[in-house]
């Protein structure tokens, strides 16, 4: 089954992403490990309820919003494809937070923090797996 457009994304471009999206979720993961004696120490299984609740949340948006930005092709429409899968990276965890709001538990666990301490990690890489592009469509523009 073909998803692409005829002048879509090239192969190229595919296996980037998905290079990309294993990546962070390598580094998501490596993350979540790292975290998960501290949810589990302070708060049993609620911590590590909302520690895993936003590690998924966060990489899932993370993920989208890099496919997201992936699909604007060209200089000119790049700057779109960044900002609408960044609005996307923020909008998703933001809803998240609020949802677990109704939740006491998530909350007393640490929900807030763990929303922020896998959103710093997921943009962090994404900003380096976006660095490479952006570089090659600079030497491009110069051409």
């Known amino acids: 089954m073909n998803f692409y457009v005829e002048d879509g994304p090239s192969d190229a471009t595919f296996h980037r992403v998905r290079g990309a999206v294993a990546f962070s979720f390598v580094v998501t993961l490596a993350a979540f490990i790292l975290v998960l004696p501290v949810a589990y120490f302070t708060c049993q299984m609620p911590g590590v309820i909302a520690c895993g609740l936003s590690a ?78 952006v570089a090659s469509a600079d030497r491009q523009q110069r051409k």
């Open 56 to 133: 998924l949340t966060c990489y899932s948006a993370g993920c989208i919003g890099l496919m997201i930005g992936r699909t604007f092709l060209g200089p000119e429409l790049a700057i779109y494809g960044w900002f609408v899968g960044m609005l996307f990276r923020i909008v998703v965890p933001l809803a998240l937070v609020i949802l677990a709001a109704s939740r006491r538990d998530l909350l007393d666990a640490g929900m807030v923090y763990y929303v922020l301490y896998f959103h710093l990690i997921v943009l962090v890489t994404d900003v380096i797996l976006a660095l490479p592009e």
